[in-house]
């Protein structure tokens, strides 16, 4: 494989809005789709094949935000590792095809190919959310010998890691129905908020909700909501496989939880507990569900920690 991953050179249309937010990244050509990818290179050593055994760290957002929520503890994960956030297909400032059937399936080939292409072959993940799912997924392929490359550890922010301590809003649920698509344009911007509101205790740095609903926007991102939400059902379809990768494979996980997240807060910790053998869950008491916008600096610190413990000596 190539040691760098090139920059596509497909043109997107332009969005004032959202041309500031290119500078963090590039566009890629992978897997016949275009994606938004933030990267940084981390220390340095000067023998190049020994970096490259170094883990990188490979990020995953979440539903319906983008790599963008990384921003603010970009610098302190980039001191330690050399990092990889894309866009999630249909997220952010990557390719939203429509109509389209996406998958956590697609999205896991997806970051296979990406990871594979960089040239690194140890990576640590930091998922939220949807991310979540997909690094359950990319676990399950590594278990099955069917990943390119090698994770070593995962550490899982706030997300439906079990369908059964899901509690996904009321929007949601509707925008995953078959009457969907019809509600698509009344999504606003304060109905955004409203909901953004719900589920996180901590505000948001200044701006963050602006910069997320010009992203959802990005390319007519509105209108792939429905078929994106097909992942609610995809968690119910794989949980035993997802489970089993969790429970056998030979990964380091911890989960950093927002306990007072009304999605997958301390119900889901609590979950957790009961399914994982010798769980690691650090709980953040007044912390909703985007615990890396509302508490930066724990995530970052339980996150570090565990990258650390698994890093070759």
Known sequence: MNSEVEPSSIATSPSPATDALRRFGSDLQIGGRRLFVRGAKGP????????????????????????????????????????????????????????????ISEQAQLLDVLLALSGRHRW????????????????????????????????????????????????QRLLASPIGPALVPLLKRRSFQRGMNKICRLPWPVG??????????????KRVLPSLLGYIAERARHRERWLRAMGEGAVAMRLV????????????????????????????????????????????????????KNDPA
Not at 269 to 287: F, H, S, T, W
Request: charged letters at 20%.
């Open 44 to 103: 340095t050593r000067a023998d190049r094949q020994e970096e490259l055994y170094q883990p990188g760290l490979l990020l995953i957002h979440g539903f319906p935000t983008s790599s963008h929520d990384w921003l603010g503890i970009w610098a302190k994960l980039a001191a330690k590792y050399s990092l990889l956030a894309p866009d999630l297909l249909g997220l952010g400032l990557s390719e939203k095809p429509h109509p389209h059937q996406y998958s």
């Open 124 to 171: 640590h993940i930091l998922a939220h959310d949807l991310g979540d799912s997909v690094a359950q997924e990319l676990l399950a392929r590594q278990l099955e010998n069917r990943l390119s490359v090698e994770i070593v550890s995962v550490c899982f922010l706030n997300g439906g890691l079990f369908p059964e301590s899901h509690r996904p809003l009321a929007l």
């Open 208 to 221: 963050e909700m602006d910069i997320a609903w010009q992203l959802l926007e990005q390319d007519q991102g």
């Open 257 to 308: 939880n927002g306990l007072a997240d009304p999605i997958s807060g301390r119900h889901m910790a609590e979950r957790y507990m009961q399914l994982i053998a010798k769980p690691d869950v650090q709980g953040l008491e007044g912390v909703g569900h985007y615990p890396q916008l509302e508490s930066p600096d724990a995530v970052v610190s339980a996150a570090l920690e565990l990258f650390a």
